[in-house]
């Protein structure tokens, strides 16, 4: 089992940053490939990052948000620049045996952290 509990959601401007941390326990952080995940109202849950020994971005976040992970820490991050109204959602980290943009391919999962972008 891995436990997941994200952080560092909040209100920020439109073109603000926010950057949230997700710490896992349980099983070796290493050995996951972890995720971000995004569920705006009333739309299905999006993918936004994930990293293993590479990384993979959505299209709508390229170039603006950047995954990260402290192995030492078991944490992952996810900085988020540039924000935008449309980035307002619940973000959820979880975790993988293998790297995946495909949410039925991870395993555990978080409780969420709400981000919201005012204009």
């Known amino acids: 089992q891995v436990q997941l509990v994200e952080s560092g959601g909040g209100l920020v401007q439109a073109g603000g940053s926010l950057r949230l941390s997700c710490a896992a326990s349980g099983r070796t952080f290493s050995n996951y490939a972890m995720g971000w995940f995004r569920q705006a109202p009333g739309k299905e849950r999006e993918f936004v990052a994930a990293?293993?020994?590479?990384?993979y971005y959505a299209d709508s976040v390229k170039g603006r948000f950047a995954i990260s992970r402290d192995n030492a820490k078991n944490t992952v991050y996810l900085q988020m620049n540039s924000l935008k109204r449309e980035d307002t959602a619940v973000y959820y980290c979880?975790?993988?045996?293998?790297?995946?943009?495909?949410?039925?391919?991870?395993?555990?999962w978080g409780q969420g952290t709400q981000v919201t972008v005012s204009s």
């Open positions: 990293i293993s020994d590479r990384t």
């Open positions: 979880a975790a993988a045996t293998l790297i995946s943009t495909m949410e039925y391919e991870y395993d555990y």
